[in-house]
């Protein structure tokens, strides 16, 4: 093991939270990252949205 580094080949590489689930059980995660997003979305009310796109005129920060 060095910095910037962590290679393991022909072994099992385990990652076990305190709680005792195995995050990572043999090198293959055990759960996935997709973000979901929600209907209906949750946005301020100065923020339109058409299609996949999203635009606002305020001038101060808004929810999306």
Do not use: H, W
């Amino acid at each position: 093991m060095r910095a910037g580094e962590f290679y393991i080949k022909g072994g099992g590489f385990v990652v076990e939270r305190p709680d005792g689930y195995k995050a990572i059980n043999d090198g293959i995660l055990q759960y996935d990252f997709n973000v979901k997003g929600m209907t209906p979305k949750f946005r301020s009310p100065e923020v339109i949205v058409d299609g996949r796109l999203c635009s606002t005129e305020a001038t101060s920060p808004q929810d999306f």
